[in-house]
């Protein structure tokens, strides 16, 4: 039977209320049959997540002092979410194993996993399904890198012959038994390794917003979600700041040719957004603008050199990117002129060795002229359509300078599946607004 992996995060799974929601969604499709949940999340704005709650019990533990009343905060939220929703279940005993093995052994990643060890009891008891322990089928190396391959197989294994299964997301345990974590938001990575491990036919990722947005919605106001967008195109925007999933959450779907979609648990009437690969059929989504999604990143300094005649001196790029290189900075972008060559570098990575990297470049090339300028923020217009649309460069430019803003640097890569644009930081907001304007508000 084809099937479909659900993951519901913190916000879905906060209270009881939320609880009904995420069952109701279990229940309405019944190919819904693998199901991997967060720990309880904020219910509030000011609330506190289970899993930092837990963090703090650890910090407590670890340093001898008693964790009692934080402990009891956490059993509370759990023992809500039992008595409300009715279910014939006590977590006494594991409330109990929890705090004396974190009084022995305080460790981190032990006690973060429980928010979602007891989260997915719950769920499973609820919903009838079986529960499987991620500890069993999540398998890191002992430095606390993920197995993939085995992890797959494990899951494989451990899921043969079940109709259904709840499996808690965000940890797993190394080859030599401990328990150990993702990073932050890593159920997601777990759903993903499921989808891919019961070859799911799509992974769901259920949360608190109808999708990835096409702009930040701190910068603009409302803005659109995408339905569709390739999983090339969120490399581009998800590098550039836009965050709705855990980056490692990709790779373990993209490779198994397996869609995501993002779903907002209180909304279920919205399709949100579907992340799919180059060759999904495009015809059947409902929104087609000429760009995806624009994202923007502050930080960056760009580092300019002028030297008569560099276009003629070979190995001048080579020897500049070596110095780079020798100082352990990376570069983003690296446009250039006849005489001029501008790199764009992450300034925290620029700033302990700023003086050796001039230093270096002067030795290695003697420039006529070399300068740091700070403050720059990258802007990526993000599109698979672009490749076959004329003029969207000029229109960027033409929204740029209907605002009065400079472009220091422009960068388009031969896939032209991106426009990097470097403006001042203070430019930044204005221009993600006037590009959302030029592309989404008058193509309406
Ligand atoms: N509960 C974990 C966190 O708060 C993992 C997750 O929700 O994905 O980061």
Known sequence: MSSKVVKFGGSSLADAKQFEKVAAIIKSDEKRRFVVPSAPGKRFSDDIKVTDMLYKCCEKAGSGIDFTEDFRLIKDRYNDIISQLGIDMSLDDEFEKIVNELKARPAKDYAASRGEYLNGKVLAKYLGFNFIDAAEVIIFDTKGSLLLDDTVKAVRARVKGLDNAVIPGFYGRTTEGIVKTFSRGGSDVTGSIVANAVR???????????GFLVADPRIVQNPDVISVITYRELRELAYM?????????????????????????????????????????????????????????????????????????????????????????????????????????????????????????????????IEIEDNIALLAVVGRRMKNTRGTVARIFASMAHARINVKMIDQGSSELNVIIGVSENDLPEAIRRIYDMFINSEK
């Open 200 to 210: 799911a036919e799509i992974y769901e990722n259920w949360t608190d917003v109808s």
């Open 241 to 369: 700041g836009a965050s709705v999933l855990h980056e490692d959450a990709i790779f373990p779907v993209r490779s198994a040719d397996i869609p995501i979609n993002i779903r907002n648990t209180n909304r279920p009437e919205d399709d949100g957004t579907m992340i799919v690969s180059n060759d999904y059929d495009f015809s059947r989504e409902s929104m087609k603008h000429t760009i995806t999604g624009i994202a923007g990143r502050k930080g960056f300094s760009t580092i300019n050199i002028e030297k008569a005649m560099m276009n003629s001196e070979k190995g001048f790029g080579m020897k500049v990117l070596k110095v780079l290189f020798e100082n352990g900075v990376s570069f983003e972008h690296m446009p250039s002129g006849i005489d001029t060559m501008s790199i764009t570098v992450d300034s925290s990575e620029l700033a302990p060795v700023r003086e050796k990297v001039i230093a270096g470049i002067r030795k290695e090339v003697n420039p006529d002229h």
